[in-house]
Every structure is written in structure tokens, then in C-alpha cells.
Nanobody
Framework: QLQAFGGGLVQAGGSLRLSCAAS????????LGWFRQAPGKEREFVAA????????NFADSVKGRFTISRNNAKNTAYLQMNILKPEDTALYFC???????????????????WGQGTLVTVSS
């Protein structure tokens, strides 16, 4: 099970940190990803992190503004979002890679378990 939280309303240029709490599986065995879905749009990749944090991957639209991290001792992953823009407004999901010991895929079909999403709204 994955549960994402930490969303909210923030002004453009502000910051938010999302958290993803995991349970029911060996957290440190799997890569994790963050995706988002804006109203009327398809779900898109945001960032991913390998199981040991040795590798990360970011969508071009968030590079330099977002960072991803994880704490395997706490079974939690994080998405730090800085310099937020109105176009970052979306429902944000965390997801577990389906392949054990996987890397940092940006493909939705490489993920099997999804959290319920947390809403981020960035006002201009």
C-alpha cells in the first residue's frame, strides 16, 4: 500500500514537500516514482528514484526545481518541489516499480502499485 500526502495550495514560486508512505512490502527492494495528472490530461512522469537512492530520473519540466529522495528506514519517499509554477497544478501520485530491484523508469506500465494521490494547486 502506498499513501501520498503533503499537497496543498501554494503561490507560484513557493515550495511543497510531498511524502509517500509505504507498507505491505519490502520498501528497500523497489524503485519508486512520482507521477501527476492535471485535469483533462493524461498521467505523466515526474521523478523516480532507485531502491538505494543511487539513481534518480526527472521529467524535463521539473529538472532543477524538484528533487526526489527516500528513507528506507522509514519506508517513505519524498518529492521536494521548489519554484512551483501554475502548470505544476495536478494530482500527484507515488507508485512502486513492478520489477524488484528495478531502476528509475519513466514509463507508467513499469509501475504496479499506486497511492491515492495528493492534490497540488499552484496559484498565479
Amino acid at each position: 500500500q502506498l499513501q501520498a500526502f503533503g499537497g496543498g495550495l501554494v503561490q507560484a514560486g513557493g515550495s511543497l514537500r510531498l511524502s509517500c508512505a509505504a507498507s505491505g512490502f519490502t520498501f528497500s527492494d523497489y524503485g519508486l516514482g512520482w507521477f501527476r495528472q492535471a485535469p483533462g490530461k493524461e498521467r505523466e512522469f515526474v521523478a523516480a528514484i532507485s531502491r538505494t537512492s543511487s539513481s534518480t530520473n526527472f521529467a524535463d519540466s521539473v529538472k532543477g526545481r524538484f528533487t526526489i529522495s527516500r528513507n528506507n528506514a522509514k519506508n517513505t519517499a519524498y518529492l521536494q518541489m521548489n519554484i512551483l509554477k501554475p502548470e505544476d497544478t495536478a494530482l500527484y501520485f507515488c507508485a512502486r516499480q513492478s520489477r524488484r530491484w528495478g531502476g528509475t523508469s519513466s514509463k507508467l506500465y513499469d509501475y504496479d502499485y499506486w497511492g491515492q494521490g495528493t492534490l497540488v494547486t499552484v496559484s498565479s
